[in-house]
């Protein structure tokens, strides 16, 4: 913090545009130096090389200005100063004149206080006195210059006159939930595949419905598909459904019927359907998980068309569903070649815009497939099972949230009681855990495998109480891994673990422990929110932004008594039950988004690179919006996540 002494006052010495000098003298501390107005060569020779970028294009990078038009743009830039302020300056002054100029740094650090108390730190990228600006209202803090600052600064009344645009206007009124929502959007590209992903599902239907009599028998739906040329009817039914080829065979060829029993009876209902503005990308990414075939298409709630995966599947050759296929039948080789073909998918996924949060879900989905597959490879090899069992996929990938960079993490719940089926499923388990590392999913550092982690349901059960009832916070942080499972293969029926889990949602020691637990991971937030890079300048946006909402969400979910999964989908959950105010829920949504596109662009491009992902990213390789937005969703997250700790009596435990 500046002492008051220090405090400076402003007095601004206009030099010629052009003249400053990168090697000049230090203007004296009492000054305020307007040192160039737009000249790109002279105000970017102190800066590093990867942000020699000039007043215009720094300041076009940058939300809300590069909502703005090309016109509208030119005409404000024609009015910015670039201006120096010495350390220990103070900029503005709480209650006093209200701010004549909107400030961006572009290079320093601004200290923003009240009372002598400081708030926050306003870094490159950021601005200060813009709610004076618009409203002509003092100042809510005093600004302070902790650094020799690089400022440019833009006149009031040329601000006031941009908030006539709407959408500079929402930039700059709008919650930080509002102001991640709008940087999605779709990355340059002029090819085809990015238009073919994005395009809208009902391009694909090209023709009427084709639809019968609810009481139609089957032999009719058969002769009508033959002379429609089509693999699919709906009937009329309430509500309808429909009846495939595969129903045919499967429903009536396969089961011994004949052609008079009803259509209604091997139909399926209701008819699994999505908005006819639906993306051609996210409709594969819904059949994809539900494992279905055909998909309804819907205008204002009526179905209108029908799609199948044959539909989509010529729509783009390198789909998730293609992808899917060749991963249901593949070869023990063929698993090396699998790396590849997912980041190539992830890569189109991306590159068409698709929400990060569908591109973790779709990998989730093509990961479920390549499990079942290695299972159907190590049964041919070990033969059948010697008795009931579900395969736990654990962590990320039961919360269907998986990155190629997750770890392998599974766990294995069976009936064997013998040294012999003990003995099979060790093997089933290392065989499993062998062939995934050949596709490229890493083994787990600690240890969570199915071939560690395996045993009978009761032995599960006492496992899930010895960790509910254990004291040490540290030890339940690690294993509540466990609390997010799925089952993605077997018959054995495992719900119990959930109940085991739920029967205790009330006891409000463990919801404090579960809290402490939950703030073993925090945002890499210093003094004044500062975002806490290492000495390499990185943040790890795992654990600094994906853990701590996710064990906010589990936390969460677990007051409410969800079993629920997925992290958003938990948020929702809680909102519902009153555990979160909707603001909250929506800024850690959309941080959560945020983190995880970040994530994924990082890994996309490592790989691109041939180079070893990490959950790393650097913080001066993102653009001043991003680093901002950074930084913004850090603190949110940091305040949301101390609030409900404290709210639920986790710092009294970890005290």
């Known amino acids: 913090m500046v002492p008051p002494a220090a405090h400076r006052s402003l007095r601004a010495v206009h030099r010629p545009v052009g003249t400053a000098r990168a090697d000049r003298p230090?203007?004296?501390?009492?000054?305020?130096?307007?040192?160039?107005?737009?000249?790109?060569?002279?105000?970017?020779?102190?800066?590093?090389?990867?942000?020699?970028?000039?007043?215009?294009?720094?300041?076009?990078?940058?939300?809300?200005?590069?909502?703005?038009?090309?016109?509208?743009?030119?005409?404000?830039?024609?009015?910015?100063?670039?201006?120096?302020?010495?350390?220990?300056?103070?900029?503005?002054?709480?209650?006093?004149?209200?701010?004549?100029?909107?400030?961006?740094?572009?290079?320093?650090?601004?200290?923003?206080?009240?009372?002598?108390?400081?708030?926050l730190n306003a870094e490159p990228g950021e601005w200060f006195g813009l709610p004076s600006v618009l409203y002509e209202t003092q100042p809510e803090f005093d600004v302070d210059a902790l650094d020799d600052l690089l400022v440019y600064r833009l006149p009031a009344e040329v601000i006031r006159r941009l908030t006539r645009s709407p959408d500079f206007a929402a930039v700059v009124s709008r919650g930080l939930a509002s102001r991640l929502r709008a940087t999605r959007r779709l990355p340059d590209s002029d090819g085809a595949p990015v238009a073919v992903a994005m395009a809208a599902v009902s391009t694909l239907v090209r023709r009427p419905l084709v639809m019968l009599p609810a009481g139609v028998d089957v032999g009719e739906i058969a002769r009508t598909m033959r002379a429609e040329r089509v693999s699919s009817v709906v009937l009329s039914t309430d509500p309808p459904s429909i009846v495939t080829t595969l129903d045919l065979r499967d429903r009536v060829l396969a089961e011994g019927h004949g052609p008079r029993i009803p259509g209604s009876s091997v139909a399926s209902s209701p008819i699994l359907s999505v908005d006819e503005a639906t993306s051609i990308t996210e409709a594969r990414v819904t059949m994809l998980e539900r494992s279905m075939h055909h998909l309804g298409v819907e205008r204002d709630g009526q179905l209108v068309g029908i799609v199948s995966t044959g539909d989509l599947l010529r729509a783009d050759a390198s789909s998730p569903l293609h992808v899917q296929r060749d991963l249901a039948t593949a070869s023990r080789e063929a698993f090396a070649?699998?790396?590849?073909?997912?980041?190539?998918?992830?890569?189109?996924?991306?590159?068409?815009?698709?929400?990060?949060?569908?591109?973790?879900?779709?990998?989730?989905?093509?990961?479920?497939?390549?499990?079942?597959?290695?299972?159907?490879?190590?049964?041919?090899?070990?033969?059948?099972?010697?008795?009931?069992?579900?395969?736990?996929?654990?962590?990320?990938?039961?919360?269907?949230?998986?990155?190629?960079?997750?770890?392998?993490?599974?766990?294995?719940?069976?009936?064997?009681?013998?040294?012999?089926?003990?003995?099979?499923?060790?093997?089933?388990?290392?065989?499993?855990?062998?062939?995934?590392?050949?596709?490229?999913?890493?083994?787990?550092?600690?240890?969570?495998?199915?071939?560690?982690?395996?045993?009978?349901?009761?032995?599960?059960?006492?496992?899930?109480?010895?960790?509910?009832?254990?004291?040490?916070?540290?030890?339940?942080?690690?294993?509540?891994?466990?609390f997010d499972h799925r089952v993605i293969a077997g018959d054995l029926e495992v719900g119990e673990l959930d109940e085991v889990v739920r029967h205790h949602r009330s006891d409000g020691v463990l919801l404090a422990r579960l809290a402490a637990a939950a703030g073993t991971s925090r945002p890499p937030l210093g003094l004044f929110h500062r975002v806490r890079s290492t000495a390499d300048g990185t943040v790890d946006l795992k654990a600094g932004g994906i853990n701590p909402i996710v064990a906010l969400g589990r936390l969460l979910a677990f007051e409410a008594g969800s079993s629920m999964r997925p992290t958003t989908d938990r948020l929702e959950v809680a909102v519902e039950h009153g555990g979160l105010a909707r603001d909250a829920a929506d800024e850690l949504t959309e941080a959560f988004r945020f983190f995880q596109q970040l994530r994924l662009e990082a890994h996309q491009r490592a790989w691109r690179q041939r180079t070893e992902p990490t959950n790393r990213i650097v913080l001066e390789e993102l653009t001043p919006t991003r680093r901002r937005h950074l930084k913004e969703a850090f603190v949110a997250v940091g305040r949301i996540q101390q609030s409900t700790i404290q709210r639920l009596g986790g710092e009294e435990v970890s005290r």
């Not at 000039?54 to 024609?78: H, I, K, N, S, Y």
Request: glycine share 8%.
């Open 26 to 119: 230090r203007p004296p501390g009492s000054d305020i130096y307007l040192v160039t107005g737009r000249d790109e060569r002279t105000t970017v020779a102190s800066l590093p090389a990867h942000e020699v970028l000039g007043p215009e294009g720094f300041l076009r990078a940058l939300a809300p200005f590069d909502q703005l038009d090309d016109d509208v743009f030119a005409d404000t830039v024609a009015s910015l100063e670039v201006i120096y302020i010495p350390a220990g300056t103070r900029i503005l002054q709480r209650d006093g004149e209200p701010s004549a100029h909107l400030h961006v740094i572009r290079k320093g650090t601004a200290l923003l206080s009240r009372d002598g108390i400081p708030a």
């Open 337 to 482: 070649s699998v790396p590849d073909q997912l980041h190539a998918t992830i890569e189109g996924l991306l590159s068409g815009g698709l929400s990060p949060l569908e591109v973790t879900r779709t990998v989730s989905m093509l990961t479920d497939v390549l499990v079942r597959r290695a299972m159907s490879l190590a049964i041919e090899q070990l033969g059948p099972a010697p008795c009931a069992y579900a395969w736990l996929t654990l962590g990320s990938d039961a919360r269907r949230e998986q990155t190629l960079l997750s770890d392998q993490d599974h766990a294995l719940v069976h009936e064997a009681t013998d040294d012999a089926g003990v003995a099979w499923f060790h093997a089933f388990a290392a065989d499993i855990t062998d062939l995934l590392a050949v596709a490229g999913l890493p083994r787990c550092p600690g240890g969570v495998m199915a071939t560690n982690w395996s045993g009978t349901l009761e032995t599960w059960r006492h496992r899930f109480l010895r960790w509910i009832t254990a004291p040490d916070v540290q030890a339940l942080y690690e294993t509540s891994i466990f």
